[in-house]
C-alpha cells in the first residue's frame, strides 16, 4: 500500500491532481418558471502555505478543503471508477464502519466518502479529510468483506487521527519538495521502475528518513484504530491478519519498483504479530458476507478492464464461478456475466444472466451447503442492473414503458439510491416525457448540489426539447462542480449565443459569468503569489 505515501503529501497531491480551479459562492436566484435553477457553489479553498513557519499544522476544516480540491482532480481522471452501484455499495459499507464508531468524525464532524480508481495493484489511500480510495484490484483480492473492512478500518484510522496535520507540525519547511518527489515517486513507479528511480534522486536526504518514521509510526496507530473499528461494527478481527498476508505474498511482486529506504511501511510480520496479540484478546465473532460484497466485487471486475479482451477474461472467470457451492457466488456470477452483456451491447443475453441471478438468489438451498440462508430482502445494486439492461440503447423502443414503470418502483423502494434516482430521469427521458424529467432534475439539483451528473442529465433532457441555451447553461454547472472552470465560462459564452435565449437568461449567464471571472483572477494572483 501506499498509503503513507498519500497521506506525507497534501499539497503535493493537491497539485498533482487539481485539474482545474475551483468557482464562487454567489449564485442568482431563479426567476419563478423560468426553467433554470443556478447552482449555489461552495468556495474554492485557500491551501495552506507549506512554507510558513509559523503554522503548525493544518485545521480540520482546512484538511476537509483540501481533500475536495484533490477530488475535484481524481473525479476527472479516467481510471476514477464513477459507478453508481459500486460508489453506492462501498459508501453504505464504509459508512456503516464509521457509524460503529461515530469519534473518528473528528470535531468537524467529517462526511467520509469512499470510492474506487482502476489500477492493478494490492492499495488503498486516506485523503485529507475523510475522503478514502481503494484499487480495484483490492476489491477482488478481498476474499471476505472482513478483509474488506479491515483496509478501509485502517485508512479510516489515519483519517481519525489527523497524520496528516500531525506530520506537518513536525516537519514544517523541509515538508514540500522531498514530500513532492516522493508522491511522484509513487505514481511513477506504474509506469516502469526506471522512470520511478529518475524521480526518487531529486528527493533524497535526511527529510525523507524523518517522514519515514513518522509514516512507520502512524501505520502501526492506524492499524490499532482499524482493529477497534472492525470489532465494535461486529466484523471478524481475524480478516485484518488474513489480508495482511496476501499484501505480503502480493509485495514480493512490487518491492523492486521501489527502493527499500522509501517502504514506508514497517514490516508485514510486525504488524501480523502485534494484531494476532490483540485477536487473542478479542472473542470470536463470525459474520456472514453480505449479497452486496459478491456483486461489488463482480462489478469491479468488469470494471477493471472493459478492453474485448478484459471482458472476455472476466466472463471466464465469472463461468468458472458458476460452479461454486455458496448461492451468493452464483448469483454474483451470472450478475457479472450480465454486466459483461451490457458492455458488450448484448441486451437479450444480459436479461438472460440476470434472470439467472435472481433465480439463483430465491432457489430453496440444498442440504450441507454453507450459505446464507433464509428469505432475502430485495436488493439495490441488483435492482439497479435491471434497470440497467432496460435502459441499454439496444433495447427496442416498446421497452421504454416497462423501464419507466420499473424505474418509478425502484426510486420509491430504494429512496436513498442515488443512481437508482439518476436512472429514474433516465427512464423518463427515454419514454418521452421530456417535460416531466426536466422538472424532477430541477428538483434533485435544488437537493443534490454536487452532482455533476445531474446537470449532465439536465442538459440532455434541455436538448431533446431543444432548449438549447438552458443545455449550455446546464452543462457549464456540470463543469463548475468538477473543477473546470474555464470550460464552464466556454459553455455560458454558447448558452448566450444561443437563438432561444431570452432576456432573463441573458442576465443570469451575465451574473454567472461575473462571478466565475472573478473567482478565476483571484486564483490566478494566488498562483502567482
Known sequence: MLAALWLAAPCALA????????????????????????????????????????????????????????MRGIRGDRDYLDDAPLLEYLNTFGNALVAARPSVRGETNYDYFFF???????????????????????????????????????????????????????????????????????????????????????GQGLAIQRQLNFGRDAEREADRIGFQIMGEAGFDTTGMVAFFGRMQAASRSYSDLMPAYLQTHPLTTERIADIQARIREQPYKQRADSLSFHLARARARVLQDESVQGLLNAKAVFKTQLEQQSRFQVTAAHYGLSFVAVKQGKPAEAQKEL???????????????????????????????????????????????????????????????????????????????????????????????????????LAKAYADQGKMTLQHMALAESYVLQGATMAALDQLTIARKST??????????????????????????????
Open 15 to 70: 497539485q498533482t491532481y487539481t485539474s482545474a480551479p475551483a468557482v464562487p459562492a454567489a449564485s442568482v436566484a431563479a426567476k419563478p418558471g423560468s426553467g433554470w435553477t443556478p447552482l449555489a457553489v461552495p468556495p474554492a479553498p485557500n491551501l495552506p502555505n507549506l512554507g510558513d513557519t509559523s503554522r503548525e499544522d493544518l485545521s480540520p476544516a482546512m484538511e476537509r478543503k483540501i481533500g475536495e480540491e484533490i
Open 355 to 457: 434472470d439467472a441471478a435472481n433465480a439463483a438468489l430465491h432457489q430453496p438451498v440444498g442440504p450441507n451447503v454453507f450459505t446464507s440462508g433464509g428469505t432475502q430482502a430485495p436488493n439495490s445494486l441488483l435492482t439497479a442492473m435491471g434497470l440497467e439492461v432496460l435502459l441499454m440503447p439496444a433495447q427496442k423502443k416498446e421497452v421504454a414503458q416497462q423501464a419507466l414503470k420499473a424505474a418509478d418502483a425502484a426510486r420509491q423502494q430504494f429512496p436513498l439510491s442515488r443512481g437508482i434516482a439518476h436512472q429514474y430521469a433516465e427512464a423518463l427521458m427515454a419514454a418521452g416525457k421530456l417535460e416531466q424529467s426536466t422538472v424532477y432534475l430541477r428538483e434533485q439539483v435544488q437537493l443534490y448540489k454536487e452532482e455533476p451528473e445531474l446537470y449532465d442529465l
Open 500 to 529: 432561444d435565449a431570452t432576456f432573463y437568461d441573458q442576465a443570469v449567464i451575465d451574473a454567472r459569468e461575473r462571478e466565475l471571472q472573478e473567482k478565476r483572477r483571484e486564483q490566478i494572483k494566488d498562483q502567482k503569489g
Open 116 to 202: 474506487a480508481v482502476r489500477d492493478p495493484q494490492l492499495n488503498a489511500f486516506a485523503l485529507p479529510g475523510g475522503f478514502i480510495g481503494v484499487h480495484s484490484a483490492l476489491v477482488l483480492a478481498a476474499q471476505t468483506e472482513a478483509e474488506l473492512a479491515s483496509v478501509l478500518s485502517h485508512e479510516i484510522g489515519h483519517v481519525a487521527q489527523r497524520h496528516i496535520a500531525r506530520m506537518l507540525g513536525q516537519q514544517r519547511q523541509d515538508a514540500l519538495m522531498p514530500l513532492a518527489a516522493m508522491l511522484l515517486a509513487a505514481l511513477a513507479s506504474r509506469a516502469g521502475g526506471d522512470v520511478a528511480m529518475g524521480v526518487f534522486a531529486a
